[in-house]
C-alpha cells in the first residue's frame, strides 16, 4: 500500500489548521512537512506546496474582495512583479542541489520564528509598538483609496518581486514578506493588509503552480489531496481559531516553526556532508 495517498491529506489537513489559525502563515511548513514525511526533494515538494497556497489564499482573497477589505490595485501590481520573478525560482530550484537549498529554507524558517515569537511576546505583554515616520502609501481619507506615488510603487513592486522569487524557490506563500511590507509601506488596517496579502498569494502562487504543471514539475497524485484536505483545514483551524486568542497562537506557531527550521538546518547539513563525501 502507498502510504502517501493517507500522508498528504493528512499533512494537508495540518498545514490548513495552521494556516486558518495564523493567517495563511502556516503555508511556509507545507515544504519541510513534505521533505519529512513523504521524503520530497524541495524540488517536488515546492509546486505541491504552492498548490495548497494557492487554492486557500484564493478562497480567502475571494472573501475579502467580497467584504471590500482587499485592496486589488495593490495586490494585482504586487504580484505582477512577483509573476516576472517566479518562474526563475522555479527554475533555480532545480537547478541547485537539495541539501543547499534546505540551508536556505532553513534560515529563512528561523528568520520567521524569531520574528513571530518577539511579535507574540510584545503583544502579550503589552508593549507598545515604536512611533515610526509616515509610510510612503497612504490612504487618502478624502476617497478612501491609497495614494500612488513613485516611492510607494517602488516598496510595493520591491515587495512583491522577492516574494515572488521566494515563492518560486521554496515553494512558499511569500506571506511573510508580504504581510510585514504592507505594514510597513502603509497605513492599512490589519484586516485589509491580511486581505491584500492574499490575494498577492492568490495570484502569484496560482502562477507558479500552473507554470510548474505546464513544465512537468507537479505531482498532481499528492498535489490534490494534500490541497483539498488543506482547504478542509483552513476552515477547521478558523474555527479554532476564534476560541484562542492571537498572541497565543503566534507563539506556539513561533516555537513549532523554530523547531521544524532547526530539524530541517540538521537535515541539510547532514545531506551536505553526505554529498561533499560521496563527490
Not at 489548521?17 to 495564523?22: N, S
Not at 520530497?40 to 497556497?53: G, K, Q, S, T, W
Not at 540551508?103 to 502579550?124: G, K, M, P, T
Not at 510595493?156 to 518560486?168: D, E, K, Q, R, W
Request: hydrophobic residues 55%; contains cysteine.
Amino acid at each position: 500500500m502507498d502510504y502517501s495517498t493517507l500522508i498528504s491529506p493528512s499533512l494537508g489537513i495540518l498545514v490548513g489548521i495552521l494556516m486558518g489559525l495564523t493567517g495563511a502563515g502556516g503555508g511556509i511548513l507545507s515544504v519541510p512537512l513534505l521533505i519529512f514525511f513523504l521524503g520530497l526533494p524541495i524540488a517536488e515538494a515546492a509546486p505541491i506546496a504552492l498548490c495548497a497556497v494557492a487554492l486557500a489564499s484564493s478562497i480567502g482573497a475571494i472573501l475579502g474582495l467580497k467584504n471590500k477589505i482587499l485592496r486589488y490595485k495593490a495586490a494585482i501590481f504586487m504580484a505582477l512583479f512577483g509573476l516576472i520573478l517566479s518562474p526563475i525560482g522555479l527554475w533555480l530550484t532545480s537547478q541547485i542541489p537539495n541539501a543547499p537549498l534546505q540551508i536556505v529554507f532553513s534560515f529563512i524558517l528561523l528568520y520567521v520564528a524569531i520574528n513571530l515569537f518577539f511579535q507574540a511576546r510584545n503583544e502579550l505583554k503589552g508593549v507598545p509598538e515604536v512611533n515610526r515616520k509616515p509610510p510612503p502609501c497612504l490612504i487618502l481619507p478624502t476617497v478612501g483609496k491609497l495614494q500612488w506615488t513613485m516611492p510607494c510603487a517602488r516598496a510595493l513592486m520591491l515587495s512583491g518581486s522577492i516574494a515572488g522569487f521566494l515563492s518560486g524557490l521554496l515553494g512558499v506563500g511569500g506571506g511573510f514578506i508580504i504581510v510585514p511590507a504592507l505594514r510597513r509601506y502603509t497605513d492599512l488596517p490589519v484586516k485589509s493588509i491580511v486581505a491584500t496579502s492574499l490575494g498577492v498569494l492568490a495570484i502569484i502562487t496560482g502562477g507558479g503552480a500552473i507554470f510548474s504543471a505546464a513544465s512537468g514539475n507537479l505531482n498532481l497524485m499528492v498535489a490534490a489531496p494534500f490541497s483539498i484536505a488543506a482547504l478542509v483545514g483552513l476552515l477547521l483551524g478558523q474555527l479554532l481559531g476564534k476560541k484562542i486568542s492571537g498572541p497565543n497562537i503566534q507563539l506556539i506557531f513561533a516555537i513549532f516553526t523554530l523547531l521544524v527550521a532547526i530539524s530541517l538546518l540538521i537535515k541539510g547539513a547532514l545531506n551536505l556532508r553526505l554529498e561533499v563525501f560521496f563527490h
